[in-house]
């Protein structure tokens, strides 16, 4: 108990110098701007456009009739539900988070690293970016899908209609995807705007196709009912089947469905572009995610009510009765075409334009924000290898560099060229930061930082945490392998900051927590009554300016190398402005956690030698942790010193005794009062510390003569020797 309370003042004296010196280090060393140049966008622009595009991708059109193949209506609309529903808490919680102060830009890195600390938010930056890259690779393969699918019914062909096909065109539409994200913001708007008017105008037409039903026996044959009750009977139940080399239950379709509604934070990733973060990035989230899961839900519901689950594609046996005779190898209807929903459509070409818009829309927005997000990381240098990245480019700041790492890991994962394989590997890594958002709103809201005082009302603290624990939960059902690999991954990135210790202190609610619990452990020990077995050297060192007397503290730091603290302290007879003292205490501090001395610095200003010890014997220190010894300097000018000088030396002696502190007294042999600055000899000055300390007993209530306190300073040096 003893040794945890001694850690915990250890965190209010790096908190307590980090405050006093707060103002001083914005104002000498200020953090770099985050944001990027020229371009501010409204939330719907902004926002709302960003979340629709990102949350309209590739599931949209290729998967959600697949997904009600396999787990029915009932269930899809269930797993649709659940999936908002964590996107809903992490959109109140992300919304907490963005009206708790000046949001820059960096995305969801940014909102983290400045609410729960540098290494949480630098370790979910990074699982972020990397998500949302693999994410623009699934849905440029989603896109090749489509157009291979479209060649191959024209009967044209690349090399194969294969994977080799979807790997080329790829490859090159994610290059040129990145220039048109390399070019500015307002062309990658413009395209936005184009890309969105086409898919709604896509859901519109497969909507009207599917009240319409089939214009012919032939659509029937293929699998195409029109709206019916048998239908929806039929559909309603899952049927989980093998497929894409895999067993399906509820948790595998689960897993491919979730990215398609990881878009929330589509306009916090560029929150930097934002006029006004804080309003926009809850509005807009909110409402896009309300279109968006209505879109989905009836676009599975028609789906359901519509088609069947397996047809040979044969009129004949449409009229016979035997349409789904054809199982397992059927190669029509929901479970086994892709394309089911362009023949659902009214105008069938209109559905590819709108696959095409929602999966390239998507991947564009992934491939715009993951530089920025890598540019922020830069900037607050935290990992010295994205340093490189954090160069901005041209007006408006663009970060090419990032544009160029974005494209080469979206391209690797390109080559795997199977949508379901990628799917499963993204979810883990979204609900992975998912809930490390949630749970960082919990943390600020327990914690009740004062710094804690976000606008946005429609949070609460404790369904914060149900988001973070269901996210966890969903991961290990998933793959506890894959869940495993995600925690291991996240606990590198994390240790690797705590190692190198970034100067990045944000006021983030881990240093509010940790303050509020030192100081609960300080009160609660201050109440209860010590014990001899609890004692542990605690000196007042009177040092001066602690780098003219290194010895002292070096003595100090012997005492008190197992698990205690020393108060450095230094009194002068000047009187300093506000702002002289303040960087004469920032300075002071920096040069004792440099050479790892655990101090806390005073300076008493405004008075002599005797009063000064005086003041510090009485007030240094809170509660039991008060100063117990007093160390200080052997005297060696004792002979041509002043009187005074002598009288005062002796009388805080004196005075110590008498508050019961122990004294410790220090010489050191002339030759070594040099103080050496290399290494080796500061080793040896240590030993000679050790060898030359000298610990005197006195006990006197009178006052101290001049000629006694020569005879005691000269005695002192006897024993010395």
């Known amino acids: 108990m003893h040794r945890e309370l001694i850690e915990k003042v250890t965190i209010l004296q790096a908190m307590s110098n980090h405050s006093s010196g707060h103002m001083l280090i914005t104002k000498a060393n200020p953090t770099p701007e985050l944001t990027t140049y020229g371009i501010k966008l409204g939330w719907i622009q902004g926002v709302l456009i960003p979340c629709l595009l990102n949350i309209w991708g590739v599931m949209l059109f290729l998967r959600i009739a697949w997904i009600v193949a396999q787990a029915g209506m009932g269930l899809t609309i269930v797993i649709i539900s659940i999936a908002s529903m964590v996107c809903v808490i992490t959109t109140l919680s992300l919304s907490a988070i963005c009206t708790n102060g000046v949001v820059q830009g960096g995305g969801v890195y940014y909102l983290v690293s400045r609410s729960l600390g540098a290494e949480l938010g630098a370790s979910v930056g990074i699982i972020f970016a990397f998500a949302n890259a693999v994410a623009a690779s699934m849905n440029t393969i989603g896109f090749c899908e489509s157009l291979n699918e479209l060649l191959k019914s024209h009967g044209f062909k690349i090399l194969g209609n294969g994977i080799d096909d979807t790997r080329i065109v790829g490859a090159i539409a994610l290059f040129v995807m990145c220039f048109i994200c390399a070019i500015g913001m307002d062309w990658e708007s413009r395209a936005q705007n184009f890309l969105i008017i086409i898919i709604v105008f896509a859901i519109i037409n497969y909507i009207i196709g599917a009240f319409m039903g089939p214009s012919s026996d032939s659509e029937k044959a293929h699998g195409f009912s029109g709206i019916n009750k048998y239908t929806f009977q039929q559909n309603w139940l899952p049927d989980f089947r093998y497929s894409e080399s895999q067993n399906h239950n509820l948790i595998s379709v689960f897993a491919i469905y979730f990215p398609a509604v990881t878009g929330v934070q589509a306009g916090a990733n560029i929150c930097g572009d934002l006029k006004n973060p804080a309003t926009a990035i809850p509005k807009g989230t909110l409402t896009a995610l309300v279109i968006s899961v209505s879109s989905y839900v009836v676009m599975a519901t028609l789906a359901g009510a519509s088609a069947e689950r397996d047809a040979s594609g044969n009129v004949s046996d449409f009229f016979n009765g035997t349409l789904a005779a054809c199982k397992p190898d059927c190669a029509y209807g929901l479970h086994n075409s892709y394309e089911i929903m362009h023949l659902i459509a009214l105008w069938s070409p209109l559905i ?370």
């Open 352 to 721: 590819y334009g709108g696959c095409w818009a929602a999966t390239l829309s998507t991947a564009l927005t992934n491939l715009l924000s993951v530089p920025r997000l890598i540019q922020a990381l830069g900037v607050d240098r935290i990992y010295p290898g994205l340093i490189f990245f954090s160069k901005p480019y041209g007006r408006h700041g663009e970060p090419y560099r990032g544009y160029v790492l974005t494209f080469c890991i979206s391209l690797l994962f390109l080559l795997i060229a199977d949508l379901n394989t990628i799917a499963p590997l993204i979810t883990n890594f979204y609900l992975a930061s998912y809930a490390l958002i949630n749970f960082c709103t919990f943390h600020a809201g327990f914690t009740k930082a004062i710094s804690w005082r976000p606008t946005f009302r429609y949070y609460n603290t404790w369904l914060s945490l149900f988001g973070f624990i269901i996210c966890i939960v969903i991961m290990i059902l998933m793959s506890w392998l894959m869940a495993l690999i995600t925690v291991l991954v996240f606990f590198t990135l994390y240790l690797l900051v705590v190692y190198r210790k970034p100067d990045a202190r944000w006021g983030s609610s881990t240093d509010a927590y940790k303050y509020r619990e030192a100081v609960s452990a300080l009160l609660a020990m201050s109440a209860r009554a010590g014990h001899v077995k609890e004692y542990s050297p605690r000196p007042l060192v009177l040092c001066g300016a602690p780098a003219a007397r290194r010895a002292l503290l070096d003595l100090a730091a012997m005492l008190t190398a197992d698990g205690s603290f020393m108060i450095a302290a230094n009194i002068t007879d000047d009187t300093l402005s506000n702002d002289d003292s303040l960087k004469q205490r920032h300075k002071m501090v920096e040069w004792l956690h440099s050479h790892r001395y655990r101090a806390f610095y005073l300076c008493i200003e405004g008075m002599n030698l005797e009063n000064g010890a005086r003041t510090l014997m009485q007030c240094a220190g809170l509660g039991r942790f008060s100063p117990n010894i007093v160390l200080l300097g052997y005297k060696t000018d004792w002979c041509e010193s002043p009187g005074q000088d002598l009288v005062s030396y002796v009388e805080i002696i004196r005075l110590a005794f008498e508050r019961q502190f122990a004294v410790c007294i220090f010489r050191m042999p002339r030759h070594l009062r040099e103080w050496p600055a290399a290494a080796s000899a500061q080793a040896e000055s240590r030993d000679a510390a050790e060898a030359r300390a000298v610990f005197a007993v006195m006990h006197s209530s009178s006052d101290f003569q001049l000629d006694e306190a020569g005879r005691i300073i000269q005695s002192f040096e006897i024993i010395a020797h």
